[in-house]
Nanobody
Framework: QVQLVESGGGLVQAGGSLRLSCAAP????????MAWYRQAPGKQRDLVAV???????TYADSVKGRFTISRDNAQNTVNLQMNSLKPEDTAVYYC???????WGQGTQVTVSS
């Protein structure tokens, strides 16, 4: 079973930074757009950012200017640099490969006020 493996979540104070990483098998990484979603308790899973196989990026309005998505084609990883974190950024963050439709297991990000 193909897996995406996330890392980098944790607890941080408001205004702080975290960096999430997602590792994928090369066979998946090379042909997919890669995205980060997040899901807060009791809420739906929402798109945070997407990076195409060619490196084009798209962000949710709520994270523009604070989050940066990038992909390392040599390491087959996609990263999410999160700066100026707010309590409302608290959620489980999931990595997603499309169009293969493969999810990671999720990593918890908690931002304290």
């Amino acid at each position: 079973q193909v897996q995406l493996v996330e890392s980098g979540g944790g607890l941080v104070q408001a205004g702080g930074s975290l960096r999430l990483s997602c590792a994928a098998p090369r066979s998946i990484f090379s042909i997919n757009h890669m995205a980060w979603y997040r899901q807060a308790p009791g809420k739906q899973r929402d798109l945070v950012a997407v990076i195409s196989a060619g490196g084009m990026t798209t962000y949710a309005d709520s994270v523009k200017g604070r989050f940066t998505i990038s992909r390392d084609n040599a390491q087959n990883t996609v990263n999410l640099q999160m700066n100026s974190l707010k309590p409302e950024d608290t959620a489980v963050y999931y990595c997603f490969a499309m169009p293969s439709r493969i999810w990671g297991q999720g990593t918890q990000v908690t931002v304290s006020s």
